[in-house]
């Protein structure tokens, strides 16, 4: 990253915001977009910020023209705690957010609640909506399939997506419990950071159909586009290192993001035709909100929430180590140290922001590392 500037976040929200405004998305969508995509270079996850605007939203929408920049958002079934939503290949964070908002509305009303859809798009880093639900005093639950990238335990060909499965639940430390990251052990938005940047991914991650492992990232993702490279679940390819529970909760994903909804899933969600030709992904989403009120006092979840993770950090250490964390916390630390520097934007990423700005004549605009 030697070559690598930090832009202020409020620069790059702004111009994020007319660029999507720029491909035809509503004003009050962009910023529903720019603000998912600004709040993961914020909390130091640079796999799913503002290095993903053009690969992952802008050309689906303006060069393969798979994806719509305006959401129809259609409410199939709607019954008590639970609806079905369409998103007919909207903007997978505006749909998203409004799957929360609703779960977050039902959980109210019935202590539970819960929105799955489909036929959505990418939605950005997975912990922004359970954190919807932190900000309501609710515990949030997500997941999301995607392209095929995993490779299920004694298989070597990619059938499920990387799949997260995030919980967020609210503390007494000023920033909630998010466990957010996919069940493979490297996701596909790393891999694309790797390449960015011009480093190998780790060895023993990925496989190719002989089961040997990769490390070339940007043949890596033209091998998974092209059905020639697999991730590891969680625990790695074999049960001996609990590689099958990483496949487990990964289906499990597939299971929820598709089967209530009766959405695509696995291959479904190349992106490519039976031709070859860019398609949309149809991607499917599931949301829940558990309202604590209806269990027991706000404060008094929050104060156990916040001794049991501070009970996990302040346990024996191993030699060497210097510090035990709890899932959220890195983020937090993350979002205090870049407070006042903003995101880093590397080389090939600048030229991906100048490329935008030149094609959609944001001439407005002026990056420091011109």
């Not at 270079?41 to 939203?57: A, E, F, M, Q």
């Not at 419990?177 to 960015?196: H, M, P, V, W």
């Not at 991914?201 to 990925?206: A, E, Q, S």
């Not at 250490?317 to 983020?331: F, H, W």
Request: net charge negative.
């Amino acid at each position: 990253m030697s070559n690598t500037v930090w832009i202020p976040f409020e620069k790059l929200t702004a111009f994020m915001v007319d660029v999507f405004k720029s491909i035809g998305v509503p004003e009050k969508d962009a910023h529903i977009c720019a603000d998912v995509l600004i709040n993961s270079d914020k909390r130091g996850i640079d796999s799913h910020g503002v290095g993903r605007l053009k690969p992952i939203y802008y050309d689906r929408i303006v060069k393969k023209k798979i994806q719509q920049p305006v959401t129809e958002f259609e409410i199939v079934r709607d019954k008590g705690a639970t609806a079905v939503v369409d998103g007919h290949h909207g903007m997978g964070m505006v749909i998203a957010k409004r799957c929360m908002e609703m779960a977050i509305e039902k959980a109210r009303t019935y202590g539970l609640g819960m929105v799955v859809a489909r036929n959505s798009t990418h939605y950005g880093f997975a912990a922004y909506y359970p954190m919807m639900a932190c900000d309501a005093g609710m515990i949030g639950l997500t997941g999301t399939n995607a392209r095929p990238s995993i490779a299920p335990t004694h298989g070597v060909e990619n059938m499920l997506g990387t799949n997260p499965l995030v919980f967020g639940m609210p503390t007494d430390e000023g920033f909630p419990f998010t466990n957010d990251y996919a069940t493979s052990i490297l996701q596909r938005g790393k891999i694309e950071q790797y390449a960015r940047e011009g480093k190998e991914c780790p060895p023993g991650l990925i496989i190719d159909r002989e089961g040997k492992t990769k490390t070339d990232s940007v043949q890596i993702l033209k091998d998974l586009v092209g059905g020639r490279a697999a991730l590891a679940p969680i625990g790695g390819t074999e049960e001996e290192t609990g590689g099958h529970k990483g496949y487990g909760f990964a289906t499990v994903v597939e299971l929820l993001s598709a089967a209530l909804q009766q959405g695509s899933y696995l291959k479904m969600l190349s992106g490519l035709s039976e031709v070859g030709q860019p398609m949309p992904y149809a991607l499917g989403h599931f949301f829940m909100a558990i309202d604590i009120e209806h269990f027991c006092d706000l404060d008094d979840f929050k104060k156990t929430a916040g001794e049991i993770l501070r009970s996990l950090r302040n346990s024996q250490k191993a030699p060497g180590k210097e510090r035990i964390y709890t899932c959220g916390e890195k983020e937090n630390l993350a979002g205090i140290e870049r407070e006042g520097r903003g995101a880093p934007v590397s080389e090939s990423l600048q030229q991906q922001l100048i490329a935008m700005r030149d094609e959609q004549g944001l001439s407005q605009y002026k990056f420091p590392f011109e």
